[in-house]
């Protein structure tokens, strides 16, 4: 069963212009929505989060935007750059429970072409 | 300062064989989850811990284990390696009581 749905699965995009990724889950418990970047060959780098009581987060040229009642979230990259090439992981948090462990959605394989 | 740490950077085991695998988590975290990612998948949760103890584990075997040392690094060992446990094994360390995972750059593991 995937908790986080995650698409598109690869994204082709030419510089400058706003690549969005979108994801989508089921699970309410869910209480932190982060994004991740990840280069091959390393591991996966935080971008930027958000929580459920925020409809939007800037930080930089990466923004997210949380739909809570549709329960969908997405991550825009303005001004895109050829070294924005990577891929993209949305993840979540459950509440409660006391652990940390975050659910990923696939990835989106982001490609900015110069 | 140092991000996490991970070693080794690669392993190659074969069925059948144990593996353990070391994190060091950023100065000032005391807590350390492991993932297992899956060439082409999004990374998996396998346990955290924290004060040394087993906080959360995911949906893997008991041949998945870890431990936590009094440094807060950490070990997770695998028993009884499966081909199917070829992966990239990520560390991600985070300030207890807070949201935010650093991932190191992860031990790629290949059985044969």
């Known amino acids: 069963q995937q908790q986080v749905k995650q698409s598109p699965q690869s994204l082709i995009v030419q510089k400058g212009g706003i690549p969005i990724i979108n994801c989508a889950y089921e699970n309410t418990a869910f209480d932190y929505f982060p994004w991740y970047q990840q280069f091959p060959g390393k591991g996966p780098a935080l971008l930027i989060a958000?929580?459920?009581?925020?409809s939007e987060k800037k930080e930089g040229r990466f923004t997210i935007s949380f739909n809570k009642s549709a329960k969908q979230f997405s991550l825009h990259i303005m001004d895109s750059q050829p070294g924005d090439s990577a891929t993209y992981f949305c993840?979540?948090?459950?509440?409660?429970?006391?652990?940390?462990?975050?659910?990923f959605g696939k990835g989106t394989h982001l490609i900015i072409q110069p | 300062d140092a991000g996490v740490t991970q070693s080794p950077t690669h392993l190659i085991k074969t069925r059948g064989q144990h593996v353990t695998l070391r994190c060091s988590p950023i100065s000032g975290h005391k807590s350390v989850s492991w993932y297992q990612q899956v060439l082409g998948q999004g990374p998996q949760f396998i346990f955290q811990?924290?004060?040394?103890?087993?906080?959360g584990r995911g949906n893997f075997p008991d041949r998945f284990s870890a431990r936590q040392f009094p440094n807060y690094s950490s070990e997770l060992n695998v028993n009884a390696l499966l081909l199917g446990d070829s992966a990239l094994y990520l560390c991600a360390s985070s300030l207890v009581g807070y949201y935010e995972q650093y991932f190191g750059p992860g031990t790629r593991l290949t059985v044969t």
């Open positions: 993840a979540a948090r459950e509440s409660g429970g006391g652990a940390d462990g975050l659910t």
């Open positions: 811990y924290y004060e040394k103890e087993e906080r």
């Open positions: 958000i929580r459920p009581d925020v």
